[in-house]
């Protein structure tokens, strides 16, 4: 048996920018704004509520208070404008999902991979009646993919096609190692 390795002219593959990617929910943005903004929330309580007992950053600490107060304006704003921007494919044999503002993240998740899928809700994912997706490969610790923005029912519609080609797929075949 011969080993081949043949080249592969990089100009002739397909583009991933090409593919139609569908937009998450519109509703992720207030969604994630919620999420952000109570945490941001949490923060300048801390900051502003600390007990400090130096008279010198006593006096700063309004002001501290009002910069993370600031950031997490800037943050909740962000997270906004990173919300509307969130899209993802579903393949034949992948599933991609891209988002991101200042780094724009792409993954492709290839379906043969795929070992088992979650569905994943807090209480104000439930309030806008959004859905996440794990999917888990195999060796992998957490989810190597976590499709957030989904409707519910798009949700239940997307995991059972991915569940439905997880019972179709044939099993990976397992390698062994020969004995010398």
């Given at each position: 048996?011969?080993f081949?390795?043949e080249?592969?002219?990089p100009?002739?593959l ?12 519109p509703?992720l ?13 949490v923060?300048?309580?801390?900051v ?6 130096d ?16 950031l ?13 921007r969130?899209a993802?494919?579903?393949?034949e ?32 994912e ?7 997706l794990?999917c ?10 976590v ?12 995991k ?16 062994t190692?020969?004995?010398?």
């Amino acid at each position: 048996m011969t080993f081949h390795n043949e080249a592969i002219d990089p100009e002739a593959l397909p583009s991933l920018a090409a593919v139609p990617l569908t937009p998450v929910s519109p509703r992720l943005a207030p969604c994630q704004a919620i999420l952000l903004l109570v945490r941001w929330l949490v923060v300048t309580a801390m900051v502003l509520l600390f007990p400090v007992r130096d008279e010198a950053l006593a006096l700063w600490q309004p002001w501290l208070a009002a910069t993370a107060g600031g950031l997490g304006l800037i943050s909740v704003a962000l997270g906004w404008v990173e919300a509307r921007r969130r899209a993802y494919g579903l393949r034949e044999h992948d599933l991609i999902y891209r988002r991101g503002l200042l780094v724009r993240r792409t993954q492709v998740l290839p379906l043969v991979r795929l070992q088992h899928v979650e569905s994943l809700s807090n209480p104000v994912e439930r309030a806008f009646g959004l859905v996440r997706l794990a999917c888990f490969t195999a060796g992998g610790r957490g989810a190597d993919l976590v499709l957030e923005g989904l409707p519910a029912p798009r949700a239940e519609a997307v995991k059972q096609h991915l569940l439905a080609r997880l019972s179709a797929a044939p099993p990976e075949p397992r390698q062994t190692e020969e004995a010398p």
